[in-house]
């Protein structure tokens, strides 16, 4: 929680640098700017890749206020030998992130999508540091380089040729506050765009590059995840369908094992033995 501005300058390294950004804006300038105003600003959460040239560097500018920043840092050979990634089959984006030019430094920002920020969040947790949380930060760190790579390999691709607006970054939270809500019935894509002010084609393209999933995916994970939720209070199969919005019980059990691997039965009878071996419990 920074009480001044905070500036800092970042020298050539030779490292791959991986910021993501959970809160609070900061701006980037490059030695090629030249006109001292900031050349990149980010004030939402964004994964953003770095590497300075050999011969050059740039400038972190962070505002006064609270900030969360989880930042990586890998050589390049590494990065490539650990997943078998093939740099000269990459587009000139991801080429140029790996191996800068060196006058040069190399900057890339998209949003910060849901998976990786599930997997950050879990990394900036307060928890006794002991040999459980240092594993814990090994695979969590290894989860984001997976998400990494597969940045890397689509970063050139036509998808991210789509920008997005504050406004249009708002109006797709809105969205996902909405189908958080409604689990019990959940919109179609038609009625969820016209509640939020859109088109189905924007809603649908902005949602998937947001948050890393589509409309259908997201919608299904909070059902899914609420009934976990509720099963594991001891609630009835029957009545958890009903409550994420199944008519139909078997519909309801075949797309929780579909999304868990498991049974609904599985974890409320989990529940249950809970229940009865803790002295002070019973089923709520």
């Known amino acids: 929680d920074y009480a001044t501005v905070r500036e800092e300058a970042v020298v050539p390294e ?15 300038d490059t030695a090629a700017s030249g006109d001292g105003a900031p050349e990149r600003l980010f004030d939402q959460p964004a994964l953003i890749l770095c590497q300075a040239g050999a011969q050059a560097g740039y400038q972190v500018l962070c505002a006064a206020g609270p900030r969360k920043l989880v930042s990586l840092y890998i050589e390049p050979r590494v990065l490539t030998d650990l997943f078998g990634l093939p740099i000269d089959r990459l587009g000139p984006l991801a080429r140029q992130l790996l191996q800068p030019i060196r ?92 509640a939020v002010g859109t088109n189905t084609d924007k809603l649908k393209r902005g949602f998937k590059l947001l948050f890393g999933m589509t409309v259908f995916e997201y919608s299904l994970h909070c059902r ?15 009545s958890v369908a009903v409550a994420v919005g199944y008519r139909h019980q078997a519909s309801f059990a075949t797309a929780f094992h579909n999304f868990f691997g498991f049974t609904p039965s599985f974890v409320w009878k989990g529940a249950a033995r809970e229940a009865a071996t803790d002295p002070a419990g019973g089923m709520e």
Do not use: W, Y
């Not at 030779?14 to 980037?28: D, K, M, R, S, V």
């Not at 899914?224 to 029957?238: D, F, H, N, W, Y």
């Open 14 to 28: 030779g490292l791959f640098e991986i910021h993501l950004q959970i809160e609070g804006p900061t701006a980037l």
């Open 103 to 194: 006058a040069e430094s190399s900057i890339v920002a998209v949003p910060a999508r849901l998976p990786l920020l599930g997997a950050v969040k879990s990394l900036t947790e307060h928890r006794p540091f002991d040999r459980h949380r240092l594993q814990m930060i090994r695979a969590k760190s290894l989860e984001i380089l997976c998400d990494v790579v597969d940045e890397l390999k689509t970063i050139d691709s036509a998808p991210f040729a789509l920008t997005l607006t504050a406004s249009e970054i708002d109006m797709l939270e809105r969205a996902r506050e909405i189908l958080k809500r409604d689990i019990e019935n959940p919109p179609t894509i038609a009625s969820l765009a016209r």
């Open 224 to 238: 899914m995840t609420e009934a976990q939720r509720l099963l594991a209070q001891g609630l009835p199969v029957k």
